[in-house]
């Protein structure tokens, strides 16, 4: 009877403290709320305009230009991502070149930059978009504001401003 009262206290034990693990979903843990979301429910991944009380024709304009930024992006970022893994590869390398390093990440840089003068342009249409009002309100708000705690937006250690998609 004691062996039987010591295997079913086991097993209680051991299912009651594996609940939890089996209760969080792999997304879940640092916060799955609305403020968390980058996307809306229509799949704008524009943070913040939500709250601007768009008209429908302001919210076609600006899903048609976004969805055109996207696409218009997307040959850059898959440039980047290329160099960035050739970038990769020379590091790996016994003896690395310095030359090849230097050209390879002048080139990243040079794909950088045009993702931010795209992001740019891309910012200024949306503009034209809104009204002073909703401007205003924007500019309280903040487009960019980033989600988290801390000064970087909740990213910690050397990684968040160092050398990027490098490494």
């Not at 740019?120 to 809104?130: D, M, Q, S």
């Not at 309280?140 to 970087?152: I, M, N, V």
Request: hydrophobic content about 30%; proline content about 4%; overall charge positive.
């Amino acid at each position: 009877m004691k062996k039987l009262t010591l295997i079913l206290t086991a097993i209680g034990l051991s299912i009651l403290l594996s609940v939890p693990v089996f209760a969080v979903s792999p997304r879940e843990g640092k916060g799955t709320g609305d403020r968390y979301k980058k996307t809306d429910d229509r799949g704008s991944t524009l943070r913040g305009l939500n709250r601007l009380n768009l008209s429908a024709e302001q919210k076609a304009k600006i899903e048609a230009l976004n969805l055109a930024h996207q696409q218009d992006i997307r040959p850059i970022r898959e440039k980047m991502a290329d160099k960035s893994v050739e970038l990769r590869r020379l590091w790996l390398q016994t003896d690395p070149a310095r030359n090849k390093i230097s050209a390879k990440q002048k080139e990243v840089r040079t794909l950088r930059d045009q993702l931010e003068d795209k992001k740019t342009a891309y910012r200024f249409e949306i503009n034209k978009v809104l009204t002073p009002e909703q401007k205003e309100k924007l500019a309280a708000y903040g487009l960019d504001r980033k989600t988290g705690y801390g000064p970087r937006g909740g990213k910690r250690g050397k990684g968040a401003s160092g050398p990027g998609m490098c490494f």
